[in-house]
């Protein structure tokens, strides 16, 4: 079984690491159903409150 022969340190460790623990991703959207607006997947719509075909929540009033 193949051992380091020597300890890496924690600088190496955290500059391999940052390619993937610190990457964001964008949230995946789509379109809403029921007002065709933008919203994020499995989510309520913000602005109309439905999801998956029924209302759930009261929708939030816009800001001007």
């Given at each position: 079984?193949?051992?380091?022969?020597?300890?890496?340190?924690?600088?190496?460790?955290?500059?391999?690491?940052?390619?993937?623990?610190?990457?964001?991703?964008?949230?995946?959207?789509?379109?809403?159903?029921?007002?065709?607006?933008?919203?994020?997947?499995?989510r309520?719509?913000?602005?109309?409150g439905?999801?998956?075909?029924?209302?759930?929540?009261?929708?939030?009033e816009?800001?001007?």
């Amino acid at each position: 079984m193949a051992v380091p022969k020597r300890k890496h340190s924690k600088s190496r460790t955290r500059k391999r690491r940052s390619k993937y623990y610190n990457r964001l991703k964008e949230p995946q959207t789509q379109e809403c159903n029921n007002c065709g607006r933008v919203k994020i997947m499995h989510r309520a719509c913000p602005s109309c409150g439905y999801y998956r075909g029924r209302q759930v929540i009261e929708p939030e009033e816009e800001l001007l």
